[in-house]
């Protein structure tokens, strides 16, 4: 199966309440990023932790990241209505030779319920 | 602040036509990614450019070529078009071969 698998892959919480999405992956990774997608539009970018983190705060998100079981979390605490999107995880390709694209996981697609 | 600019938005054709999508990368980023987005599925990676050089190829289909001119724009050219190429196609740019990838609105491709 493909590098970056998430789960759930569809999540309806309740505004107010705490989202967690799981996202597994199987090469060596040297970072592992989150992006998230408003339906139809463009990427954007998260947060990036890079494999000697276990843990990064950004605002109302936390990233946990488990090297030994290559898996990665993505929490939004207190959700609000503009949280809902679409949500991947991202790991680099390293081709070696530099500009490398970024394998994609399937997603989750949230939805926060005002 | 300056974003990646991509054009057009939105495109029609017919199958078996040729498209040509363009990307603008945000100023001084020297790096081009394109990528594929079918209806409902993940960004597939297509292809690189790394100061006008192919750097890394994915799953980029024989009939599409791409290119990254002087001024650091870059074509995506996509000939005898098929229904599964109707997608979201989006170009990202970083500075550096290694930087965040900052990505476009993206150009929605219908093929009929």
């Known amino acids: 199966s493909q590098q970056g698998e998430e789960d759930p892959q569809a999540l309806s919480i309740q505004e107010g309440e705490n989202a967690t999405m799981n996202c597994s992956y199987k090469?060596?990774?040297?970072?592992l990023q989150w992006y998230r997608q408003n339906s139809g539009r463009g990427l954007v970018h998260l947060i990036l932790?890079?494999?000697?983190?276990r843990e990064k705060h950004s605002g109302r998100l936390r990233v946990t990241l488990d090297t030994s079981k290559k898996s990665s979390s993505l929490l939004i605490t207190a959700s609000r209505a503009a949280d809902t999107a679409s949500y991947f995880c991202?790991?680099?390709?390293?081709?070696?030779?530099?500009?490398?694209?970024?394998?994609f996981g399937k997603g989750t697609h949230l939805i926060i319920q005002p | 602040a300056a974003g990646v600019i991509q054009s057009p938005r939105h495109l029609i054709k017919e199958k078996r036509e040729t498209a040509t999508l363009k990307c603008y990368p945000i100023?001084?980023?020297?790096?081009v990614y394109w990528y594929q987005q079918g209806p409902g599925q993940d960004p597939q990676f297509l292809i690189s450019?790394?100061?006008?050089?192919?750097?890394d190829k994915g799953s980029i289909p024989d009939r599409f070529s791409a290119q990254q001119f002087s001024d650091y724009h870059s074509e995506l050219n996509m000939s005898s078009l098929e229904l599964g190429d109707s997608a979201l196609y989006f170009c990202?740019?970083?500075?550096?071969?290694?930087?965040?990838?900052?990505f476009g609105p993206g150009t929605r491709l219908t093929v009929t």
């Open positions: 990202a740019s970083s500075p550096g071969s290694a930087g965040e990838q900052y």
């Open positions: 090469t060596s990774i040297n970072n």
């Open positions: 932790i890079r494999s000697n983190e």
């Open positions: 991202a790991t680099v390709r390293y081709s070696g030779g530099g500009a490398d694209g970024l394998t």
């Open positions: 100023p001084r980023h020297d790096t």
């Open positions: 450019f790394y100061e006008k050089m192919q750097s």
